[in-house]
């Protein structure tokens, strides 16, 4: 395992076997499994994220190479963020699922993205929306007309339960975009559309 902070380069030993601060520059290590060669490595917290993405999406070595390679080329660098490398896959797959009209694949890229952005504190709402809407596109390619919220229950925020069980022509949904609730008062979104028929 690198014996280094992912943020200041400082030497650290012993090396963090957990999340823990770095005892030169204070920011946070965290440690992961690299998923192509299964040993330990120190990373940050956009890493760490991204790393954990790789697995939910079941990104290949081969992909994660191919990527690397491109933006290291593009970008004349000798090695990309992990984050960037992910995010360009992530990318990728989207305009592939865009080409085959495969919104369910969309929809998901999407929703991953979102949440990706939300756990780093930055702004995701636009990509939530996209994500809600490739699910109404996906109903819409596949005969459905109408949509019903559904919301997480007892653990949804007060607007959201306001729109549990509403029924909304597809149209109507991608017109006035009633889920996600911007302002979610948990923060994250977690209504989503019902096939209604």
């Known amino acids: 395992m690198n014996n280094k902070c992912p943020h200041c380069k400082a030497t650290l030993d012993p090396v963090p076997q957990r999340k823990k601060k770095c005892p030169s520059c204070g920011k946070d290590i965290y440690v992961r499994t690299n998923p192509f060669k299964g040993v330990k490595i120190l990373v940050?917290?956009?890493?760490?994220l991204s790393i954990d993405v790789i697995s939910t999406l079941g990104i290949t070595e081969k992909e994660y190479r191919a990527e690397s390679g491109e933006l290291a080329r593009k970008f004349k660098m000798a090695t990309p963020l992990i984050g960037d490398v992910v995010w360009g896959i992530i990318g990728k797959r989207q305009l592939d699922s865009f080409k085959r009209k495969d919104w369910q694949q969309a929809k998901m890229l999407y929703w991953e993205q979102a949440r990706l952005l939300h756990q780093m504190g930055k702004d995701f709402f636009r990509v939530l929306q996209e994500s809600a809407k490739?699910?109404?596109?996906?109903?819409?390619?596949?005969?459905?007309?109408?949509?019903?919220?559904?919301?997480?229950?007892?653990?949804?925020?007060?607007?959201?339960?306001?729109?549990?069980?509403k029924i909304f022509t597809i149209t109507e949904a991608l017109e006035t975009m009633p889920i996600p609730v911007k302002d979610c008062e948990n923060g994250f979104c977690r209504c989503l559309y019902l096939p209604k028929r």
Not at 44 to 48: G, I, K, L, P, Y
Not at 152 to 160: L, P, Q, R, V
Request: aromatic share 6%.
């Open 134 to 165: 490739c699910e109404l596109y996906h109903y819409q390619a596949t005969g459905i007309d109408k949509a019903e919220i559904l919301t997480a229950g007892e653990t949804s925020c007060s607007k959201c339960q306001s729109l549990h069980g």
């Open 44 to 48: 940050n917290h956009t890493d760490a």
